[in-house]
């Protein structure tokens, strides 16, 4: 039996490994294929029979070469057979469905998104989500698609869309719809939901589908609402002064049958529902009527005016109800009539703004009906919260329930201008209530009348003049604040000066403000928008041999300083250590008057101790030039200037570093001619002198005055800027190899080297 099963392997492995497989049979139709199906299926069973009624008897099977062989090709056609029925079967189905027309299988309305349960009405304040399941033939890739949703009653479409819509995924079974929001549905409504589908061949089938948006709307009879006292049952009055119970009563008509709902709800002085006082009935409706009761303690509620409310609505349909409501006010122990801000001890100024130097007068009316825990008057800043004043008026509150005010004047110096301040009042009753209000307010300064053009040309200066306002007392204070600008002050009269404007740029904005304080210390203000409007610059000519630099705006002498501003000289670093040395070695402050030209300083007695008057003594330094007439027979005449540095490092000196630098000046038909700098450097025991200038000449006299302003107001830009082989700080020159070993004598020309050299070593 053993060696029969071993055969019988081998020979049904031998069979299915070389036997081929059975073509399946081509099938041009459907008939043909179900034909052909029931063929195979009859073939199957059969099969299937004889295997398992062979393998009943197989202990008894004799090893014959037939039985393996039927045994054999039954076990290898089974598989085969199977395969073929399960393909045709995939390939009937398909046939199937490929004939199958554009159809819609169902359609429904509910209240959740992508939900399969249908309602027939949809619940009040939800949104109706509308959908259709259809079958898309397997050969089309879209269908056209109109859906329409009309009230029937008014005939108004709600709805009215076409779409095409794609295939989505390979069933064929297709699902879509669309969402209606509430407020496009009206309550109690019926509506119908009417869809077209068209097919690729301009078929077209419909559906309609009928759905209702919430109840319809019940009529409700009004609400009797009463109030009264809850220890007296007098009736309640609107203005309630002391401490009592209240208790409100309603008789609430019902229908005959339905769920109802009452609600009492009290809404507050800010018209909003307190929370913490509501009541909520829920009831079935039975006809006749029903009373319900709500009440509320006034000491516990703030001074205001309220409202009891209570109202009457059936369940799921809102617009069924009705309402009925009491008012009434809460006097709390003090009402605040009104806060009076004034200049004076009467009257209210109802802008709130009062002027500088006004005294403010500050007022709280009211009426006390009772006594006060605490009441406190505060002034605060609007922005910040700085408190400018507070006071505690508890003490001065008068209870007899008459109208009373409590006042406060406060100094000319206690707020400050032009800011916004709050005035506010407080005061705490016995219950632990809270009475405030408040009211914002300003102090001006007064506004001042100022003289001056709107539009300056750089470099021209412009006169302005300011006049007080009325009722101002002199002497007058005077502080300019100017803005891309340089005032000059005049020095007998304070309510006149200059101003010029400076800019290379075509306009620049600029503004002045002034600020006067009279001898009262009342104080006006004022303030200028202006425009600094620049020239058109003019190049200058190129002569052979001379140096040629960038001019300025014409007339301008500080154009070239990129918007120098007053002062700023004090934080150049030359300018310091030389007013440092100054001081140490002298006692007393650099002269900035040392850096000018013999021209500029003859005659004058006094020293120029500011950049202002620096400024001043250029301006006259450049007219006396510009007015001296130079005949030259080869055209204009050159102008040049000679700046230079000196400095020193000497052990017995407090101070090691810059010594001075200077400026001359003049004018000459030809360019200068020899070397354009010079170095010099000379020792002496121990210590060392050096000296570097440069020489400057141009056809221009506006350029090299320009030069000479910054050499003078800022050495160290100049330098940067014009002699860039210059060095940044004063340090001790190297490559010198020439000084006497005996150092005998202070010889100017103990060290001299080549000037090819210098720039290199020496600096």
Request: charged share 25%; net charge positive.
């Amino acid at each position: 039996m053993r060696n029969f099963c071993i055969k019988f392997l081998s020979l049904v492995f031998l069979l299915l490994c070389s036997l081929p497989i059975a073509s399946q049979a081509e099938v041009l139709d459907s008939e043909q294929l179900a034909k052909r199906l029931t063929e195979l299926r009859l073939e199957y069973n059969r099969i299937d029979t004889d295997i398992t009624r062979m393998s009943r008897f197989m202990d008894s099977v004799k090893e014959e070469r037939a039985s393996i062989d039927t045994l054999a090709k039954f076990l290898y056609r089974l598989p085969v057979v199977a395969k073929e029925i399960e393909n045709l079967s995939r390939k009937a189905e398909a046939l199937s469905l490929k004939g199958k027309a554009l159809a819609i299988s169902r359609m429904w309305a509910t209240d959740t998104l992508k939900s399969s349960e249908a309602l027939a009405v949809i619940p009040e304040g939800e949104a109706a989500y509308l959908y259709l399941n259809f079958d898309m033939p397997t050969q089309s890739e879209t269908v056209d698609m109109v859906f329409t949703v009309t009230d029937l009653k008014s005939g108004e479409k709600v709805v009215a869309l076409n779409r095409t819509r794609p295939r989505k995924g390979e069933k064929n079974t297709q699902r879509t719809g669309i969402k209606i929001e509430t407020g496009d549905l009206q309550l109690g409504a019926s509506y119908e939901w009417q869809v077209e589908l068209i097919a690729d061949n301009g078929k077209t089938i419909s559906e309609k589908l009928r759905f209702d948006y919430g109840q319809p709307l019940i009529p409700l009879e009004a609400i009797t609402l009463t109030a009264s006292q809850g220890d007296t049952g007098q009736p309640l009055d609107t203005d309630i002064t002391d401490d009592l119970s209240m208790k409100f009563e309603a008789k609430v008509p019902l229908i005959e049958a339905g769920e109802g709902e009452i609600t009492w709800q009290l809404i507050g002085p800010d018209k909003h529902p307190v929370e913490s006082a509501k009541k909520v009935e829920s009831f079935s409706e039975t006809g006749g009527s029903k009373t319900s009761h709500f009440e509320l303690q006034s000491q516990v509620l703030p001074p205001g005016q309220y409202a009891v409310s209570v109202t009457h609505v059936l369940k799921g349909n809102s617009k069924s109800k009705t309402e009925a409501a009491f008012t009434f006010n809460v006097l709390g122990a003090v009402t605040v009539h009104k806060l009076a801000v004034s200049n004076t001890k009467k009257g209210d100024i109802t802008s709130g703004t009062l002027k500088a130097g006004d005294l403010p007068h500050l007022f709280v009316h009211y009426t006390a009906l009772k006594p006060v825990k605490m009441g406190s008057l505060r002034i605060y800043d609007a922005k910040s919260g700085k408190d400018y004043y507070t006071s505690d008026i508890t003490q001065r509150v008068k209870v007899d329930r008459q109208p009373h005010r409590i006042g406060t004047r406060l100094g000319a110096d206690v707020l400050p201008l032009d800011r916004e301040v709050v005035f506010e009042v407080r005061f705490n009753d016995m219950n632990g209530n809270e009475i405030a209000d408040k009211r914002a307010f300003r102090i001006n300064r007064h506004k001042l009348n100022v003289k001056l053009v709107k539009q300056l040309k750089s470099g021209k200066d412009y006169q302005f003049s300011i006049t007080p306002p009325a009722g101002f007392i002199s002497p007058y204070s005077v502080k300019h604040t100017p803005q891309n600008l340089l005032v000059h002050e005049s020095r007998n009269d304070p309510l006149k000066g200059y101003v010029t404007g400076i800019t290379e740029e075509k306009e620049k904005s600029a503004g002045l403000k002034i600020e006067l304080t009279d001898a009262n210390g009342q104080v006006a203000v004022a303030y200028r928008k202006l425009v600094v409007m620049g020239l058109v610059q003019k190049q200058p000519m190129k002569q052979p041999g001379a140096i040629t630099t960038q001019k300025s705006v014409s007339g301008d002498l500080f154009a070239s300083l990129w918007g120098y501003r007053e002062g700023d000289y004090l934080n150049d670093p030359i300018i310091k250590q030389l007013d440092d040395r100054y001081r140490k070695e002298f006692g007393g402050a650099y002269n900035f008057d040392n850096c000018l030209p013999v021209i500029a300083r003859h005659g004058e007695d006094s020293d120029i101790d500011s950049d202002r008057l620096l400024m001043g003594k250029l301006k006259t330094l450049r007219k006396k030039i510009t007015k001296r007439k130079t005949k030259c027979s080869n055209g204009e005449p050159y102008y040049k200037m000679k700046f230079s540095l000196q400095w020193n490092d000497f052990p017995q000196k407090p101070i090691s570093g810059y010594k001075d630098y200077s400026i001359s000046y003049g004018a000459g038909c030809r360019p200068a001619k020899g070397r354009e700098h010079q170095h010099r450097y000379v020792e002496y025991d121990g210590g060392y002198y050096a000296e570097f200038s440069k020489t400057f000449t141009s056809d221009d006299a506006d350029s090299v005055m320009d030069m000479m302003v910054m050499s003078c107001l800022a050495p160290s830009r100049f330098l940067k800027k014009y002699i860039p082989e210059a060095p940044a700080r004063a340090v001790r020159p190297m490559g010198c190899t020439s000084v006497p070993e005996d150092r005998a004598g202070f010889n100017s020309y103990s060290c001299r080297m080549p000037i090819s050299e210098l720039p290199r070593k020496l600096w």
